[in-house]
C-alpha cells in the first residue's frame, strides 16, 4: 500500500517538524523552558515515570474510572433510551428535563458529586456517566424511534410478536446505534475521569497532571498531557477492534468495499 | 379462526374503500369502494397509474392498513389484523441489515415456533432454489439489488403463505434483472401456484406475469375501470412472450384504457404541486 506508506512518512514529517520547532525555539531563547519546558525533557521524564512504574497505579485508576462510566452510563442510555423511545407520552413528559441537564457543563457537578461520592474513584465515575448517560441514551432513543417503517411491516407480516419484534428488530437497531456513538462515549468517559481526578482526588492522570501545575512543573503536565495522549489512542484503537468484531453487518464506510 | 371454505376464493374484497384525514383535518378519499377477488391459485396484477392508491389496496389484504369502509375475507373468513396467511414483497428494502441471507429467510420459520436446525435447513434449500446457495453468509450490505430481492423472495415463500401479497417488487431493479426475476418469480409460482396479488405500474410486466390485469383509475376516489383475462398460455418465458401477437393486442387495449388515467394523475399532481 504505497498511499498509506506516504501518508505515514508526512504524518511523522508534521510531528518531527512540530518538536523541532519546539526544541529551537527553546534553544534560541523564543520559548522559555520555565514555561514551554523542552521536548526532550518531556520524553525523559515520561519515559522515567514509566521506568519506575509510579505511573501504573494512576493509569489504572483511570482506566477503572472509565471502563465503569462507560459501562453504567452505556447501561442506562440504552434501557432508557429504548423505554421512552417506545413511549410517546413518557417522552413527551420528559424531554424538556432531559435536554435541560444535558445542556448543563458537567464541571459543575464535579464538587456536588465530590461531596455526596466522597473523593475515591466513585464521584469522578459519577461526572463520566453525566456524560455517557446522555451521548448514549440520545443515540438508542433516535435509533429505536427512526426504525425504517417498512422493516416493522415486514416483521409484521412474518408474524412476530411484540417480544420478538424488540428482539429481532427494535433491540438490534438500538444496539446499533449505540455502536455508532461508542467512541464518542469512550472518550466521554475518559473527559468525565480525567476532570473530575483534576478537581479533586489523591491518584489518577488527572490528578497528576493538577499535582504538577500546583507546582509549577510544566515538564509534568506535559508529560501527563502525554500519557494521556497515548491513553487515549490506545482506548480508540481498541473501541475499533471491538466496533470491526461486532458491527460485521454494517458496510464500511470507506471505499474499500469494491465488492461488485 | 374457522376452517377456510373451499369455494371461496382466497381473497375477497367487498367495498372496500380508504379514506385519508389529512394534517390540517380535511378527509381524502384515497380510494373509492372497490371489489375484487383473487381466486386460489391465480396471479392477479393491479395496474394504475402512480399514486392511484393501488399499494394502499395491497396493504388493506396484508392488514397493515384497516378499510375505512368494506371489508376483506380471506378464504372466505373476515380479516381482522395482520393476515396470517399472508406473505409480502416489499417494493423497499425489508431485509434485517443485521441478519446474514440465511438468517433473514429462516426468521420467519422460527418466529413461529420451528426449530433452529430445521428453520435453517428449509432457509437454506430455499436460498438454493432462488439461486442464492453460495450467498447464505452474506449481509444484505454485501448483496446486490436483485440478490437482496430474491432473499426477500425466499424469506416470504419460506413460510409458505397462502396468498402472495407483492408491491412493485421489481420496480427498483434494472430490466434485464427485472426480466430475469419475472422468470424465477413464475418458476416458483408454477410448483404449487398461490394466489397472488401483484401491483405494479408496469402496464408489460403486469401482463407477462399475470392470469388477470386489473387497471384502477387515477386518484382520488381511484376505481377499477378495467378488468381483463390474459389468454396466454403457461409456462411463459416472460421476455419472449412480449412478442407474441396475443400479447401486444392485449397490451394496445389495455394501454388504451390507462393512459387516460395516467395523463389525469399528472395533472391531479400539478393540482396539489
Known amino acids: 500500500m504505497r498511499s498509506r506508506f506516504v501518508l505515514t512518512f508526512w504524518q511523522i514529517l508534521v510531528l518531527l517538524g512540530f518538536l523541532l520547532f519546539w526544541h529551537f525555539g527553546g534553544v534560541f531563547g523564543y520559548l522559555d523552558p520555565f514555561f514551554f519546558s523542552r521536548p526532550w525533557d518531556v520524553l525523559v521524564r515520561t519515559w522515567n515515570d514509566f521506568v519506575s512504574g509510579v505511573i501504573w497505579r494512576h493509569l489504572w485508576i483511570t482506566l477503572v474510572e472509565t471502563i465503569l462510566a462507560f459501562v453504567i452510563g452505556s447501561v442506562g442510555g440504552v434501557l432508557a433510551g429504548f423505554w421512552l423511545a417506545r413511549r410517546e407520552l413518557l417522552s413527551a413528559v420528559f424531554q424538556p428535563y432531559l435536554k435541560a441537564v444535558n445542556a448543563m457543563p458537567r464541571v459543575v457537578l464535579a464538587p456536588i458529586f465530590a461531596l455526596w461520592f466522597g473523593l475515591g474513584i466513585w464521584s469522578k465515575v459519577a461526572l463520566g456517566v453525566t456524560l455517557v448517560f446522555f451521548i448514549v441514551f440520545f443515540a438508542v432513543f433516535q435509533g429505536v424511534k427512526e426504525v425504517s417503517p417498512v ?42 475521569a480525567v476532570v473530575g481526578e483534576y478537581l479533586g482526588s489523591a491518584a489518577g492522570l488527572g490528578y497528576r497532571i493538577q499535582q504538577a501545575e500546583g507546582s509549577f512543573d510544566v515538564t509534568g503536565v506535559f508529560s501527563g498531557m502525554l500519557v494521556l495522549a497515548i491513553f487515549v489512542l490506545l482506548i480508540d484503537a481498541l473501541v475499533t477492534l471491538v466496533e470491526r468484531r461486532l458491527l460485521v453487518w454494517r458496510p464500511q464506510p470507506v471505499a474499500t468495499g469494491i465488492q461488485g | ?68 369502509t368494506g371489508r376483506v375475507r380471506i378464504d372466505g373468513v373476515a380479516l381482522s389484523g395482520i393476515n396470517p396467511r399472508a406473505g409480502y414483497l416489499f417494493q423497499q428494502e425489508a431485509l434485517f441489515p443485521w441478519k446474514t441471507a440465511l438468517d433473514n429467510v429462516s426468521l420467519g420459520l422460527e418466529v413461529r415456533g420451528v426449530p433452529k436446525s430445521e428453520a435453517r435447513a428449509r432457509a437454506r434449500s430455499w436460498l438454493e432454489r432462488v439461486g442464492l446457495a453460495a450467498f447464505a453468509d452474506r449481509y444484505p450490505h454485501q448483496l446486490s439489488g436483485g440478490q437482496k430481492k430474491r432473499v426477500g423472495l425466499a424469506q416470504v415463500l419460506c413460510r409458505d403463505p397462502a396468498i402472495l401479497l407483492m408491491d412493485e417488487p421489481f420496480g427498483p431493479l434494472d430490466a434485464q434483472t427485472r426480466t430475469i426475476m419475472g422468470d424465477l418469480l413464475l418458476e416458483l409460482w408454477s410448483a404449487d401456484r398461490k394466489a397472488v396479488l401483484f401491483v405494479t405500474h408496469d402496464l408489460e410486466e403486469a401482463i407477462a406475469l399475470a392470469d388477470r390485469v386489473v387497471i384502477m383509475s387515477a386518484g382520488p376516489e381511484a376505481r377499477i375501470i378495467g378488468d381483463h383475462p390474459v389468454p396466454i398460455p403457461r409456462p411463459r418465458d ?26 389525469k394523475s399528472y395533472r391531479q399532481g400539478e393540482k396539489i404541486d
Open chain 1, 151 to 192: 422493516l416493522v411491516a415486514n416483521a409484521r407480516m412474518l408474524g412476530m410478536n411484540e417480544r420478538q419484534m424488540l428482539r429481532h428488530l427494535y433491540l438490534p437497531a438500538a444496539l446499533s446505534w449505540m455502536f455508532a456513538s461508542l467512541h464518542t462515549a469512550v472518550g466521554f468517559a475518559l473527559v468525565g
Open chain 2, 1 to 68: 379462526m374457522p376452517e377456510p371454505s373451499a369455494n371461496e376464493p382466497a381473497v375477497r374484497l367487498e367495498g372496500v374503500s380508504i379514506t385519508y384525514r389529512l394534517a390540517d383535518g380535511s378527509r381524502y378519499p384515497a380510494v373509492a369502494p372497490v371489489d375484487l377477488s383473487v381466486a386460489t391459485g391465480e396471479f392477479v396484477a393491479l395496474v394504475g397509474p402512480t399514486g392511484c392508491g393501488k399499494s394502499t389496496l395491497l396493504n388493506v389484504v396484508a392488514g397493515l392498513v384497516s378499510p375505512s
Open chain 2, 238 to 263: 416472460t421476455h419472449e412472450v412480449r412478442l407474441t401477437p396475443t400479447f401486444l393486442d392485449i397490451h394496445r387495449t389495455l394501454w388504451h384504457e390507462l393512459r387516460a388515467e395516467v395523463i
